[in-house]
């Protein structure tokens, strides 16, 4: 690991004082699960690297009629605990305690999860120039890519987006609140990613000299849910993941405001816009529920080994949209 300066400030404005215009001088440190890895793997190599352990502002819930509002230094395990996220976003609170192990979820914050690297093998070996190091292709296109994209039309680089947080918080309308040189902005979740295409992009939109300081979900009465597909339920990362929200739906009602985003499977979470849309203002049962699982993977279009996912996307959007409603899993034994 390279020797580095570490910066321990109090405040966000001192934060975004430390930071650079550029990527890869200096890096945030959360809670450490992915930059120290990274250190590691010889992927970053940062000289001074800012901790916000510091950082109070960071770790505050405020609650109001509208919006419950999360400090990005807030860990997984707080988020998935805590009463109000469960009240009032179910899907949220639900994917944040899927995360990894405890260790993991008591050390990983919100914000880290948000802005964390791709786990592509290829981006992780230091002794591979990938795309998004500077080389001139993506490896996994032709290669080893069983954990890669099934969305991958139009995409130079076909990582999956690793959060597991975004899906959630884009399917339940959250907004992003960003601070910078030039002061805050807010930026809607669905927004706040990127397929990135070189060394020069991260996946996500901040800029190199920008703090993500909190997320807000509205408080709207969604029913939403999160459902997982992964080899095991020890630590492991999902291979697909639906997260879903919509008004009513509930005994027989119709759902409206459907809304239905994948992870895991293309870049960026995908908003899975036709089974939105095979959904809206239909009552929710196997049957449609299913329905709207064929619809979410359409224009998939599988690498040499992903083609599994296709059929997983279809149960995971079937499963998550069944638990929302409120109806008994049938597939736990």
């Known amino acids: 690991m390279k020797n580095f300066t570490y910066f321990r400030p109090t405040s966000p404005e001192q934060v975004v004082g430390l930071l650079e215009r550029t990527w890869g001088n200096t890096e945030l440190l959360a809670g450490g699960t992915d930059l120290l890895d990274l250190q590691k793997e010889y992927i970053a190599q940062p000289s001074r690297v800012v901790s916000l352990s510091s950082v109070a502002q960071l770790k505050n819930v405020s609650l109001n009629d509208r919006a419950i509002t999360l400090g990005a230094g807030l860990t997984l395990a707080e988020i998935a605990n805590h009463a109000s996220v469960r009240q009032h976003a179910a899907a949220l609170a639900q994917a944040a305690g899927q995360i990894g192990g405890p260790q993991i979820r008591n050390m ?194 599988p690498l040499s080994q992903t083609g599994y996912k296709v059929r997983l996307i279809e149960v995971a959007v079937k499963r998550a949209l069944l638990l929302a409603a409120g109806m008994k899993p049938y597939w736990e034994v």
């Open 108 to 301: 990983g914050t919100l914000g880290g999860n948000l802005c964390q690297r791709n786990r592509c093998w290829y981006f992780r070996d230091e002794h591979v120039a990938c795309l998004l190091k500077g080389g001139q292709r993506c490896f996994a296109l032709d290669g080893e890519n069983k954990y890669h994209a099934v969305f991958t039309a139009g995409h130079r680089c076909v990582i999956v987006h690793p959060s597991t947080l975004a899906p959630a918080l884009i399917a339940l309308g959250a907004t992003a609140e960003i601070l910078g040189p030039n002061g805050r902005r807010t930026v809607e979740l669905a927004k706040f990613f990127r397929a990135p295409t070189g060394p020069n992009e991260r996946e996500h939109t901040l800029a190199p000299n920008e703090l993500l300081l909190s997320v807000s979900v509205p408080i709207s009465g969604l029913r939403s849910a999160s459902y997982e597909v992964r080899h095991k339920q020890a630590y492991d990362w999902p291979l697909v993941q639906a997260a879903v929200a919509f008004a009513g739906g509930h005994n027989g009602a119709k759902a409206t405001n459907v809304r239905i985003v994948l992870g895991h499977v293309a870049p960026t979470p995908h908003v899975a816009e036709a089974a939105q849309r095979a959904l809206e203002n239909r009552a929710i049962t196997e049957a449609t529920a299913a329905a709207a699982g064929r619809a979410a993977a359409e224009g998939a279009k």
